[in-house]
């Protein structure tokens, strides 16, 4: 079966199925070490030294949380 295939039968199955299996094929990489590359690396290090700069320019998860589940009509 091709990738293409694996991701129709995938997308055909119930949301919470496809939670489930897009959950176990995430569970198998999280057992892995996962290298990030140096273009990401150097992104992440440039975020954390501008928290570091602006520590109070943050957004609460909650409110993060809240507009996306009014965006896309998820009760919380």
Same mark, same amino acid.
């Given at each position: 079966?091709?990738? %293409?295939?694996?991701?129709? /039968?995938?997308?055909?199955?119930? $949301?919470a199925?496809?939670?489930?299996?897009?959950?176990k094929?995430?569970?198998?990489?999280?057992? /892995?070490?996962?290298e990030?590359?140096? /273009?990401q &690396?150097a992104? %992440?290090?440039?975020?954390l $030294?501008? !928290?570091? !700069?602006?520590?109070?320019?943050?957004?609460?998860?909650?409110?993060?949380?809240? &507009? /996306?589940?009014?965006?896309?009509?998820?009760?919380?």
């Amino acid at each position: 079966m091709s990738a %293409l295939e694996i991701l129709a /039968t995938i997308r055909a199955m119930p $949301q919470a199925e496809r939670r489930k299996v897009v959950g176990k094929i995430w569970e198998e990489f999280s057992e /892995t070490e996962l290298e990030l590359s140096a /273009t990401q &690396a150097a992104e %992440l290090d440039r975020r954390l $030294q501008d !928290h570091s !700069h602006h520590p109070n320019d943050v957004v609460p998860w909650s409110e993060i949380k809240a &507009a /996306t589940d009014a965006k896309f009509a998820r009760k919380p």
